[in-house]
């Protein structure tokens, strides 16, 4: 079936089955990977890069209030995160667009929180988007639906509208992108539903999360502009591999690159098959609920994970047939830590032996 098609059906029970145990002898293989899946799974290895108002306040999620002029890189050099990217062997990179803040990374029309209205007037999306095309990158988008700044976002109808007018200006300014990472979802699901199974979630997401979030018009949105764009939409860390669909992969925040393996099931019966990508932070501290690694650059937080782990990681991705992301944070300076650069150099010539 196609990815289109599957975008309005509903499913019971995620990959796996409820309990996550492996299917019943017997069960039909997973359909082949489509050409635009096994191109991105093929890429292997990317970085993901955060940046925004969350790094002038010291917090890993921005609240929507903070003002945009408070963003201004005295060294803005996205060229610098792009070779450390390409250094540690990153193939692609995965660049903010809007974080939880709503405040939007490039000239929006469709709110007045954006680069527009910082001093600089700078599209740090579009300047990152250069660089990583000149260091030979692919790119891919994050993009948070859930918006802590518009008000228009309880009006579940006129908020997808946003959405819609958003993602289009993205994916028609920027050129080709392999991969849509939608975050922030859990913003219009039942308070309680953390505490159900998992096939309990897919299910809530399916006959309340996603009818609100305009989901299935959000997909085709996207597939429409950019039809090998693999789309993901975070499952968080409480329930990494978790089909929320529509989406062409599975996403696996700091879940372990073995956290429920592709394999026959719900997914399946629906013609799909689900690679998986999982996220790591470099970093191994952070704040609060953030402890074990943050996404957001902190003055305080030089932390680095080891780098025999790193590469275990990557290797563990390789034979798995999951693409990995390794987080880097540039600072209110609008550079990398040095020592992180020399990180991912190091990296890049371990991996290579």
């Known amino acids: 079936m196609k990815n289109e098609d599957a975008s309005s059906l509903r499913v019971a029970q995620p990959p796996g089955g409820a309990d996550g145990a492996e299917p019943a002898s017997g069960q039909p293989e997973q359909p082949a990977l489509t050409a635009a899946q096994q191109r991105w799974v093929d890429l292997g290895f990317g970085a993901f890069i955060h940046y925004g108002l969350a790094t002038y306040h010291d917090v890993e999620w921005s609240d929507g209030t903070y003002d945009a002029a408070d963003l201004v890189p005295e060294h803005f050099d996205p060229d610098q995160w792009c070779a450390a990217a390409k250094a540690a062997g990153a193939r692609f990179v995965v660049l903010i667009t809007k974080h939880h803040d709503g405040f939007c990374m490039w000239p929006t029309q469709t709110t007045d929180y954006s680069v527009l209205a910082t001093p600089s007037r700078r599209d740090v999306l579009g300047e990152t988007v250069r660089a990583a095309r000149a260091a030979g990158l692919e790119i891919g988008l994050y993009y948070s639906l859930w918006d802590l700044h518009d008000q228009r976002f309880e009006d579940d109808a006129a908020y997808t509208d946003v959405m819609v007018a958003q993602l289009t200006e993205v994916l028609t300014a920027y050129g080709p992108v392999v991969e849509v990472w939608f975050d922030g979802m859990w913003a219009k699901m039942p308070p309680t539903w953390k505490s159900r199974w998992p096939a309990d979630v897919e299910r809530i997401w399916q006959s309340v999360g996603a009818p609100r979030w305009g989901m299935d018009r959000v997909y085709q949105t996207v597939k429409s502009l950019q039809p090998d764009a693999v789309v993901l939409n975070n499952s968080t860390t409480v329930y990494p591999g978790l089909a929320l669909l529509p989406v062409d992969a599975r996403t696996a925040e700091k879940g372990g690159v073995d956290a429920r393996p592709a394999r026959p099931g719900s997914a399946a019966t629906l013609g799909l098959h689900l690679p998986m990508q999982t996220e790591y932070t470099l970093s191994t501290q952070g704040p609060g609920e953030f ?7 902190h003055e ?8 025999d782990e790193v590469l275990s990681l990557k290797r563990s991705a ?36």
């Open 291 to 297: 402890g074990d690694g943050s996404w957001f650059w």
């Open 300 to 307: 305080w937080d030089e932390s680095v994970r080891p780098l």
């Open 318 to 353: 390789r034979e798995a047939g999951h693409v990995l992301l390794m987080n880097l944070s540039p600072g209110p300076d609008g550079r990398l830590r040095e020592e992180h650069v020399r990180y991912c150099e190091q990296l890049g010539a371990a991996d290579a032996h």
